[in-house]
């Protein structure tokens, strides 16, 4: 019978560490702890949302690339690596703007680079089915495309009031689409779809009925789509399932579940009143959507949504007069992005993941 070592990939009898996570710096050399195997993970830093006024539609941001590599290693061997940066929130001061894309994320040992590139940032007055795409990767034995925004069927100069949510990184080889943010695929009005998830996408919106808010993909799921309910009132849905793997032996689970889509009340008497929760957002979900229903003219608020989980995308905001944030990535996710049906002074969208580079020994010797 094999030890708890053996059965973990420990040749020799020696234990594996935690895989460790290299983020923060923008170029150093790395020196590896011990002689072994490894498998590298690069993953490039989100896009942030775009932000806009005036009921105009807007998209979230893209996520970064993902390329993983095997290597064996020594206590001698040295790489260099750097950390790409997510795109920045933007909507300061009343302006209306594109998400700024994320910057790349590189791994160079030797003769070998890994190159994760950032996500584009998200898009104001985008043409129909457009979006911010994912970063691409090279260089891995592996190399998938982020997860891109939202897209929406609507054209962009008509004032429908809709905004996406942003992409997931996408670490387990899905399409593009399949780790998005939520679609638009009707003409509706004040709504705001979820993030995606590492395990699926954002949920769509197939009907026209104002103010909806879809979930966020899940680390195993995507969300449900927001369909024709009775007599047309389906307003959220639930987001993506929980469960899912990345590192073969140590590590946390990446156990997410989206963030439900959200509806918020805001009114002179009662001030924000919560319907429906997100829910618990962890490793790998997406955030939910946020759709704001105004009564009054004189209550002021602002709408800070949950941030996505890591590796998630960022659900989009939209608010009436009162200002708000889009939902902020993590970890390589693309940000949500805001619209509203004024132009107050608070509005910001989702600012997109950091990149992040992550060595899991998977053998020691």
């Keep these: 019978m094999g030890t708890t070592s053996s059965f973990f990939g420990g040749g020799g009898g020696s234990p594996l560490p935690e895989p460790e996570w290299l983020f923060g710096k923008s170029s150093y050399t790395y020196t590896f702890p011990y002689d072994g195997v490894v ?3 690069v993953i490039g830093g989100g896009g942030s949302g775009a932000a806009q006024s005036s009921q105009q539609l807007c998209t979230g941001g893209g996520a970064g690339g993902y390329s993983r ?3 064996t290693v020594t206590t001698s061997t040295t790489a260099t690596v750097t950390t790409g940066v997510g795109g920045k929130s933007v909507g300061n001061d009343s302006n209306q703007d594109n998400g700024v894309a994320g910057t790349n994320s590189t791994f160079v040992l ?7 590139n950032g996500g584009g940032g998200g898009l104001q007055y985008p043409a129909a089915n457009a979006f911010a795409a994912g970063g691409t990767a090279s260089g891995g034995d592996v190399n998938y495309q982020g997860g891109r925004s939202g ?9 429908y009031a809709a905004v996406t949510g942003g992409g997931a ?7 593009t689409d399949a780790v ?20 699926g996408k954002g949920g769509d ?31 959220t849905s639930a987001g993506g399932s929980g469960g899912a793997r990345l590192f073969i032996f140590n590590g946390p689970l990446l156990d997410g579940v989206g963030g439900r889509g959200l509806l918020t009340l805001v009114n002179t008497s009662s001030g924000v009143s919560e319907l429906p929760s997100f829910g618990t957002i962890g490793m790998g979900a997406g955030s939910g959507g946020l759709s704001c229903i105004e009564e009054g003219a004189s209550y002021g608020a602002d709408m800070q949504p949950p941030s996505a989980g890591l590796f998630g995308g960022g659900g989009a905001t939209y608010t009436a007069s009162r200002g708000g944030f ?10 949500g992005a805001i619209t509203c049906a004024s132009n107050p002074a608070r509005r910001q969208s989702g600012a997109g993941g950091d990149g992040i580079i992550i060595i899991e020994y998977i053998e020691r010797t």
């Design 39 to 41: 498998r590298v993970h």
């Design 205 to 235: 919106i197939a009907n026209a009925t104002q103010y909806q808010a879809s979930g966020g993909g899940g680390s195993s799921g995507p969300a449900e789509e927001i369909e024709n309910g009775p007599n047309q009132q389906a307003r």
């Design 110 to 116: 030797s003769s070998t680079t890994l190159t994760a």
């Design 151 to 159: 897209k929406m069927y609507a054209q962009y100069n008509n004032q």
């Design 326 to 335: 889009g939902s902020h990535a993590s970890l390589g996710g693309g940000g």
């Design 169 to 175: 990184v996408n670490l387990f080889g899905l399409t």
């Design 180 to 199: 998005g943010g939520g679609d638009l695929n009707n003409a509706s009005t004040k709504i705001a779809t979820g993030g995606g998830g590492t395990g």
């Design 69 to 71: 590599k095997q290597f």
